[in-house]
């Protein structure tokens, strides 16, 4: 169950552009999201976005949307660790299980293993297994911080208006968006997972852990920390592990300039079929409970 603390109260008010907030807020918080995160990329100042402005600009329209409560209940979710223990089995290890079933499939089909951090320990540059687990420990700056936003404060009110599945369908669809200008920064795994042409299915790896994480945020109160921080840590860390080559030099990651497209291709296919199976479980709904509005917007 998850308190809606962006849900659009909806008021009398002199304030146009307010009110359209309120009542948009998700559209607003897109638009701002783009439009702040991409002015590296579409300014030339380099080719990448600013992965802490999805949370900033939450964190800004948080209480214009749902007041000092809306505020709170934003910040509370970014440290609710108190969930089902089967949600924290779920968010560390079925992105592993997913890998491996991947890897099983690839090898299957005559292709071979990658050269990735856990499976190739002889160059000395190469990470020991035990130092990845740093990677649940990414620096606030890094793109995971995005979660924050996305999850605490953009799914809530697609929720509410649209329901789980197409809310959490808009969610996916706009997260791989923002994503956009690493398929054309050269130094990226984006591009290293085959550019542009990898895009369909980059979009069905988005779209496909949305609906799981949603269903995760769902069943841990909406915390934001749990179904978006450490989620999106957990397949990051597991992709790093498992499914592509990659070493770490001077304490952080490099990525070979390519990485074998047919596995990942494999990967996003049983990403996509594992939450059509939680879609089917859950009959659509997720996990889902409206409980509510908040007041209180600073609009009043």
Sequence with gaps: MVNDITQPVYVETQNSVCAFTIRYSFLVYAVLTLILGWFPWYSGIRP??????????????????????????????????RAPWYT??????????????????????GGQLPEAALLNLNSATRV????????????????NIAEFGFRGFGIPPLQNKWGSLVGTLILGLFVSLWFLPQFFNENSPQTAMGGLSFLPFFILIEVGWSFMMTWVLNKSQGSSLIAGYVFHSAFNYWTVVLLVSASVVGGEFEFA??????????????IALTAIGFIVATKGNLGYEPDGEAGGAICE
């Design 257 to 270: 300039t390519s990485f074998d497209s047919t596995l990942l291709r494999i990967n996003a296919v049983l």
């Design 48 to 81: 990448t976005q600013l992965w802490f402005v999805p949370f900033l600009t939450a964190f800004i329209m948080a209480p214009v949307v749902g007041g000092r409560k809306g505020l709170g209940t934003f910040l509370r979710r970014m440290v609710r660790i």
């Design 88 to 109: 924290w089995v779920l968010v560390i290890f079925l992105p592993a299980a997913i890998g491996i079933a991947s890897l099983g499939i690839h090898a299957l089909l």
């Design 128 to 143: 020991q297994p035990a130092l990845l687990g740093l990677l649940f420990l990414l620096p606030l700056g890094s793109e």
